[in-house]
T-cell receptor, first 116, second 114 residues
Framework: DTGVSQDPRHKITKRGQNVTFRCDPISEHNRLYWYRQTLGQGPEFLTYFQNEAQLEKSRLLSDRFSAERPKGSFSTLEIQRTEQGDSAMYLC??????????????FGEGSWLTVV | QKEVEQDPGPLSVPEGAIVSLNCTYSNSAFQYFMWYRQYSRKGPELLMYTYSSGNKEDGRFTAQVDKSSKYISLFIRDSQPSDSATYLCAMSTLLLGSARQLTFGSGTQLTVLP
């Protein structure tokens, strides 16, 4: 168990460029989540996958954002035409569905995005 | 008004002090209550979770939930400099497939002085 892995850890991009973040969940975890965290705030839910199916998307996830989880393993989060307001830490998390009271969510270290 | 309100701090205490961190919430649909610890520029780390009113103890940490008052607390006994971090309360509702959507407070920054 190596934990949730995210790549890259830091990304600086110019406004208007596209960026992609990758997340590798804990092995065998079937649930994968993306959250966004800005300075001084708690993480906010963006989207959730159970296996390869994207089951929920937040209203925060505009049309410029797309997430995929092919084959139910790793996931990617792509932001198109980045804006300065997209600057944040993007957190991936995963959990194993054993039951509603045994669904501990583990977070990765996050991917910091700075849009200049 | 946010669904989860957390005392922002910052909070600075001497080593060995008892620390009390608090959150209130407004959504009665919240079912599970968690505390995460987050070190600077790192991801949140789960400390404790509970789903019922009352106290839950784990070592130096005690989580307290009062559903009737919509109030949760985390107590840290014998605080150590290594406890210096941002503490986030989180509460969950259910998503499709019975997964949890976490709603976080804004975090309380704690510094324990040696």
């Amino acid at each position: 168990d190596t934990g949730v892995s995210q790549d890259p850890r830091h990304k600086i991009t110019k406004r208007g460029q596209n960026v992609t973040f990758r997340c590798d969940p804990i092995s065998e975890h079937n649930r994968l989540y993306w959250y966004r965290q800005t300075l001084g705030q708690g993480p906010e839910f963006l989207t959730y996958f159970q296996n390869e199916a994207q089951l929920e998307k937040s209203r925060l996830l505009s049309d410029r954002f797309s997430a995929e989880r092919p084959k139910g393993s790793f996931s990617t989060l792509e932001i198109q035409r980045t804006e300065q307001g997209d600057s944040a830490m993007y957190l991936c998390a995963s959990s194993l569905a054993r039951g509603p009271r045994e669904d501990t969510i583990y977070f990765g270290e996050g991917s910091w995005l700075t849009v200049v | 008004q946010k669904e989860v309100e957390q005392d922002p701090g910052p909070l600075s205490v001497p080593e060995g002090a008892i620390v009390s961190l608090n959150c209130t919430y407004s959504n009665s649909a919240f079912q599970y209550f968690m505390w995460y610890r987050q070190y600077s520029r790192k991801g949140p780390e789960l400390l404790m979770y509970t789903y019922s009113s009352g106290n839950k103890e784990d070592g130096r940490f005690t989580a307290q939930v009062d559903k009737s008052s919509k109030y949760i607390s985390l107590f840290i006994r014998d605080s150590q400099p290594s406890d210096s971090a941002t503490y986030l309360c989180a509460m969950s509702t259910l998503l499709l497939g019975s997964a949890r959507q976490l709603t976080f407070g804004s975090g309380t920054q704690l510094t324990v002085l040696p």
